[in-house]
Antibody, heavy 118, light 107 residues
Framework: QVQLVQSGAEVKKPGSSVKVSCKSSGGTFRSQTISWVRQAPGQGLEWMGRIIPVLDIANYTPKFQGRVTITADKSTSTAYMEMRSLTSDDTAVYYC???????????WGQGTLVTVSS | DVQLTQSPSPLSASVGDKVTITCRASQNINDYLAWYQQKPGMAPKLLISGASSLDSGVAPRFSGSGSGTDFTLIITSLQPEDFATYYCQQSYSSPWTFGQGTKVEIK
């Protein structure tokens, strides 16, 4: 069973950037699909994008294209999500989720709260 | 993008009830549909993948069915720990998308 451990909560100023990490264990990281999902306070789940580490190719929801970068370090089985030009609307819990190549469902990290406030 | 519409939202039920949640896709997604359960302050938990495959360790009172555009999650006898929000997710085409969620509340 894949287990994901995310980095800790962040407080950021408007206009700054944040980078959240997600370390995977218990599975074959290279062949997983790692997605990033966010959840604003009291709201539903919003899929942001994904990466397949063995291919090193990421794709994104159009809303986040150009402002979010998802990367993966195969040597440490860690995925990253960087978001730039933060606004208060980006205040949310950010989750990573991992899907093995033979699965159609995800295991989730514990979430990282990102608060954007002046 | 594929739109997923869940109903009802919210849903009020009692312990022991049979609960049915539906998820309708705006286009054919074959069986690339997963169901997740989320409790307050917790990460979502996978219940069902491939529309009908129960994830390891998930109670057998949960079941899923459907293919194409119409999908169903059934809880045969609602337990106190099942009061939560349920989301469907499609991974047939990018961007992957979620339904808006169905909160199962105590009647």
């Amino acid at each position: 069973q894949v287990q994901l451990v995310q980095s800790g909560a962040e407080v950021k100023k408007p206009g700054s950037s944040v980078k959240v990490s997600c370390k995977s264990s218990g599975g074959t990281f290279r062949s997983q699909t790692i997605s990033w999902v966010r959840q604003a306070p009291g709201q539903g789940l919003e899929w942001m994008g994904r990466i397949i580490p063995v291919l090193d190719i990421a794709n994104y929801t159009p809303k986040f294209q150009g402002r979010v970068t998802i990367t993966a370090d195969k040597s440490t089985s860690t995925a990253y999500m960087e978001m730039r030009s933060l606004t208060s609307d980006d205040t949310a819990v950010y989750y990573c989720a991992a899907r093995p190549s033979n699965s159609r469902g995800d295991s989730w990290g514990q979430g990282t709260l990102v608060t954007v406030s002046s | 993008d594929v739109q997923l519409t869940q109903s009802p939202s919210p849903l009020s039920a009692s312990v022991g009830d049979k609960v049915t949640i539906t998820c309708r896709a705006s286009q054919n997604i074959n069986d690339y549909l997963a169901w997740y359960q989320q409790k307050p302050g917790m990460a979502p938990k996978l219940l069902i993948s491939g529309a009908s495959s129960l994830d390891s360790g998930v109670a057998p009172r949960f079941s899923g069915s459907g293919s194409g555009t119409d999908f169903t999650l059934i809880i045969t006898s609602l337990q106190p720990e099942d009061f939560a929000t349920y989301y469907c997710q499609q991974s047939y085409s990018s961007p992957w998308t979620f339904g808006q969620g169905t909160k199962v509340e105590i009647k």
